[in-house]
């Protein structure tokens, strides 16, 4: 199974990169493509309608989005690892997901595969109400744009005071779906 595996936090040496580690070890066995936000440069969307009228194309060219688009499109499943940054994503992370404007203006979507989308979220906050909400719904506009179904979404509160991995609730649903991830039973089987 190929994952494209995406690290999504600022920061090179917090929580969810240790996280981030400890899922991708995990899933050793699969053909992962790593992405590290801090390692990849990534233009901000311009809104420019470009996409509209030139079909599977974006005019910012030459970035990293070059290859992330194949990987979005043809890979059995993706995966963000990732923190919560005022109740949604941190800044470069967020660039990617708007770059995708030019996979939500394609009118025919044959070309994607299938796939399965998976994704961890830790809160540094005590939680509440609305802690990963306003995530969960960008997800359920943003995966339909290539082809991707929720396999999983975990999320895991209070990392500022208790790392996620001594959170032994957290780390047994994070267990429990990379288990659910490498036994999916469609992943690998794409056009
Ligand atoms: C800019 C910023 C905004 C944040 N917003 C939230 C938030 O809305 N809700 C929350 O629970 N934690 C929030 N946090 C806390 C982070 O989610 C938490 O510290 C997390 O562990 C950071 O991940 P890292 O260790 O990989 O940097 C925020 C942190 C930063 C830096």
């Known amino acids: 199974m190929k994952i494209l595996a995406i690290m999504g936090s600022n920061n090179e040496t917090g929580n969810t990169i240790r996280l981030y580690d400890y899922i991708v070890d995990r899933l050793s066995g699969e053909e992962i493509t790593k992405v590290d936000v801090n390692k990849v440069r990534i233009e901000a969307c311009i809104g420019c309608d470009y996409c509209l009228d030139h079909q599977g194309e974006c005019i910012i060219k030459n970035d990293d989005m070059e290859w992330i688009y194949n990987e979005l499109e043809h890979t059995d499943l993706v995966l963000i690892v990732s923190p919560v ?14 770059r995708c404007q030019m996979l939500y203006n394609l009118k025919d979507r044959s070309g994607i595969n299938h796939k399965g989308f998976a994704a961890v979220h830790i809160g540094g906050s005590r939680p509440y109400p609305q802690q990963f909400e306003g995530i969960k719904g960008v997800y359920k506009y943003w995966i339909p744009d290539f082809n991707a179904e929720m396999v999983g979404f975990v999320g895991i509160p209070g990392t500022d005071a208790v790392k996620p991995e001594e959170n032994s609730e957290g780390m047994a649903e994070v267990d429990g779906l990379i288990e659910k991830i490498k036994t999916g039973d469609y992943y690998g089987k794409g056009n």
């Open 85 to 98: 940054y005022f109740t949604s994503f941190p800044s470069r992370l967020k660039a990617l997901i708007d």
